[in-house]
């Protein structure tokens, strides 16, 4: 009766005892005769090429001075050294444009590279200034500046969480501005002593958040300053329509905030089906 009882016993004990095991082998359950073991749970929902659209406010800031012919600085009579007239300026504008690009998850961290083109946007300008009596006759003069277009290409380097991506960038920028100093109340193109086309190349740094809202779509905000160095208008150049004026190291630098939509393309990786081992 003993023997009857025991060995049914043991051999529940035993076959329980596999089962736990097997449970404890990569999440694998023991159904009946079958172990089936879980399948991955994360999908990578950010590798490929992309395209979209942005929409923003940016500050543009522009300085440096204006001479006469010399190009150079004259002393006022007291032993000091100035420039006709010295302006910095700044104003905020709408921005708008396209972006596109590729990236690479590995794990979490995203590589990628990005260009963008944004289209004209309106012109800033200075208040009057009033020129020094040592360079002449006193005139007021105003300075102007507009972005004709402006792009740039740049790296992309973030951290993923979930369906949130945390970014910075930087990289190559470059830009087209038209500048002019014009005199007194000049309209249309009497009265610029300076005006000018220029493509400008710099550089830019940002950061910025990106959220999926599917696998294919999602929204962005961006920072990003950019900085485009400095170039002079002498009076013997093409740029200067007054012989007798220069615009000396006019630098401009931007501040802008941006949101954007982006669509990447293809279709979300497949589901690895679960491992079924039957018995």
């Given amino acids: 009766m003993f023997k009857r009882v025991a060995l049914p016993m043991v051999a529940l004990a035993a076959f329980t005892a596999v089962g736990a095991q097997a449970a404890d082998l990569g999440g694998a359950a023991l159904r009946g005769s079958e172990v089936i073991a879980a399948a991955p749970s994360y999908v990578d929902k950010w590798s490929g090429f992309y395209i979209g659209g942005q929409v923003g406010l940016q500050s543009q800031?522009?300085?440096?001075?204006?001479?006469?012919?010399?190009?150079?600085?004259?002393?006022?009579?007291?032993?000091?050294?100035?420039?006709?007239?010295?302006?910095?300026?700044?104003?905020?504008?709408?921005?708008?444009?396209?972006?596109?690009?590729?990236?690479r998850l590995f794990n979490q961290v995203l590589f990628g590279i990005e260009a963008d083109f944004e289209g004209p946007m309106g012109a800033i300008q200075s208040s009057w200034y009033n020129s020094n009596p040592d360079f002449g006759v006193g005139n007021h003069y105003q300075q102007r500046l507009q972005s004709n277009w402006q792009g740039s290409v740049r790296a992309r380097l973030g951290w993923t969480h979930h369906k949130t991506l945390f970014y910075m960038t930087g990289g190559l920028a470059f830009a087209n501005f038209k500048a002019c100093t014009v005199l007194d109340d000049?309209?249309?193109?009497?009265?610029?002593?300076?005006?000018?086309?220029?493509?400008?190349?710099?550089?830019?740094?940002?950061?910025?958040?990106?959220?999926?809202?599917?696998?294919?779509?999602?929204?962005?905000?961006?920072?990003?300053?950019?900085?485009?160095?400095?170039?002079?208008?002498?009076?013997?150049?093409?740029?200067?329509?007054n012989p007798n004026s220069s615009d000396i190291n006019n630098r401009i630098e931007t501040h802008a905030i941006r949101v954007g939509v982006s669509y990447l393309f293809g279709a979300p990786p497949m589901a690895v089906e679960p491992i079924i081992a039957r018995y």
């Fill in 61 to 103: 800031r522009n300085w440096g001075s204006h001479s006469d012919a010399t190009g150079a600085q004259r002393p006022d009579g007291n032993g000091v050294m100035h420039y006709d007239f010295d302006y910095d300026y700044a104003n905020t504008r709408f921005s708008y444009g396209l972006h596109a690009g590729y990236q």
């Fill in 186 to 241: 000049c309209q249309g193109f009497v009265g610029h002593v300076v005006k000018y086309n220029s493509t400008r190349f710099g550089w830019t740094i940002g950061a910025g958040i990106e959220h999926k809202f599917s696998y294919n779509w999602s929204a962005r905000l961006e920072y990003r300053y950019t900085n485009y160095g400095s170039k002079s208008c002498l009076a013997t150049a093409a740029c200067s329509i």
